[in-house]
Each structure stands twice: as C-alpha cells, then as structure tokens.
C-alpha cells in the first residue's frame, strides 16, 4: 500500500516562507500526477497545485507566483514552496497522489499564518 507524508508545516508571520515535503513509500515518478490540496476551517478542501509525471505544474490563481511545486530527481519527495504567506493560506495541506486509477492521501500538515 502507498503511503505519504508531509511535513514542514508550522506557524509563520505574514510575508513568511515555508517549505512543504511530501514522502511517499515508492518511487515519485511512478504516480500519474502529485497534487497539493488544503483545506480551511469551514471550507472545502481545495486543489492547491499539481504536477503530472512529466513534470508539468498547474496551480490555483490564488497561489501562482508564490508557490512553487517541485520534487526530487530521484528519489520519492515532492515539495511544496510557499513564499509571501497570507493569513488566506492558513489550513491543512495534503499531499495526493494517483497511481493508475487509485488514489492516495497523506494525513496533512497544519500551516498557520498570522498578519
């Protein structure tokens, strides 16, 4: 069975920086695609980036030019950079991942932004 992990998530002021990991139990390359979602207090959970097996990369509006998904050359870890925090991204982020048609979900990790 897959599994992934995040972690990096914390508490920052506004303007701050954060830096998401993602580890996953196999080989990154081997999912379709790798997403990053989140999910706010009273909100619905929200497709925050993703990148396909080839490394192509789509992100929500509220976040391009602040966030930048990447992952490792080799290896099994996607990351999620998140530059020029608001008090707006404050929630849960999770990790996603498809393998074939199933699909995988970390247990998420708490980001908070204070103004």
């Known amino acids: 069975q897959v599994q992934l992990v995040e972690s990096g998530g914390g508490w920052v002021q506004s303007g701050g920086s954060l830096r998401l990991s993602c580890r996953a139990s196999?080989?990154?390359?081997?999912?379709?695609?790798v997403a990053w979602h989140r999910q706010a207090p009273g909100k619905e959970r929200e497709l925050v980036a993703s990148?396909?097996?080839?490394?192509?990369?789509n992100y929500a509006d509220s976040v391009k030019g602040r966030f930048t998904m990447s992952r490792t050359r080799a290896g099994n870890t996607v990351f999620l950079q998140m530059n020029n925090l608001e008090p707006e991204d404050t929630a849960v982020y999770y990790c996603n991942a498809y393998l074939g048609t199933a699909g995988y979900w970390g247990q998420g990790t708490q980001v908070t932004v204070s103004s």
């Open positions: 196999t080989n990154i390359f081997s999912f379709k695609v």
């Open positions: 990148m396909t097996a080839g490394g192509s990369t």
